[in-house]
């Protein structure tokens, strides 16, 4: 039995969830980097004139909710701003990173982009100018005017060659991309953090291929993991 996790974790960490670490496989398959060019003066001055225009800010990632920490610490004017907007997550890691990190709490979450959406769709928010922070791989949410995006970190796909396993756990679509361009599925359990995620799994897996879908916690998946692999625990 191995388990292949697509992000790496610490074997003090992993030790919490898994009592032999020698069946565990824990690499990053993706990279990610802010984009510095938009910490600069010039560039935060013209963020500010975008969050000033916006109704609603999103953002999609627990990297695209600390750009904004970032942009906080950086220059105080934005605080002000952004504590009048409506704020929409992706992911509960997300809204809880708003709240603990800067004591600001998200008006809405939703557990997969798509499910966010939906909403813009079925509330006809034409009207509301909505700006996404978000990374270079992420899709539009919706296709409108009125939405905008920052693109604020590069991600970066780091494909790795892995040995048989049979167990894989994925916590982002860009994560499932890289595990393909060098891995195929062989009947392996498949596990996913978020609707997002699984959504993404859909285009390279079978038809009907069981994927269990943990919430939008790291510890919800491993601890899905763990009662698949040792079940009587």
């Known amino acids: 039995m191995k388990v292949v996790l697509t992000k790496f974790f610490s074997p003090e960490f992993l030790s919490l969830y898994f009592s032999d670490l020698s069946h565990i496989i824990s690499l ?71 709240h603990l990190k800067m004591n600001i709490v998200a008006d809405l979450y939703f557990d997969s982009a798509k499910s966010l959406s939906d909403y813009f769709s079925q509330k006809n928010l034409n009207f509301k100018k909505i700006l996404h922070f978000c990374g270079s791989l992420s899709p539009k949410m919706i296709d409108a005017e009125n939405y905008q995006q920052i693109v604020c970190y590069d ?48 285009k390279y897996l079978p038809s009907q291929t069981p994927i269990f879908i943990a919430e939008n916690t790291t510890h919800t998946l491993l601890k899905l993991i763990h009662g698949d692999i040792y079940p009587t625990s």
Not at 70 to 97: M, P, Q, T, W
Not at 176 to 196: C, E, H, L, M, P
Request: hydrophobic share 40%; glycine share 4%; net charge negative.
């Open 28 to 98: 990053n398959f993706i990279e990610t980097k802010y984009i510095e060019e938009l910490i600069s003066p010039k560039s935060i001055d013209l963020i500010i004139n975008k969050v000033d225009e916006a109704d609603i800010i999103v953002t999609s990632s627990i990297i695209g909710t600390d750009f904004i920490r970032i942009l906080l610490e950086n220059d105080a004017r934005i605080k002000k701003s952004i504590y009048s907007k409506k704020l929409f997550c992706v992911g509960k890691h997300s809204a809880d990173s708003f």
């Open 155 to 202: 991600t970066i796909l780091a494909p790795h060659l892995l040995p048989e396993h049979s167990h894989v756990a994925f916590f982002s679509p860009s994560g499932v991309r890289s595990y393909f361009i060098n891995n195929k599925y062989s009947n392996q359990k498949i596990f996913a953090i978020g609707n997002t995620t699984a959504d993404e799994l859909d």
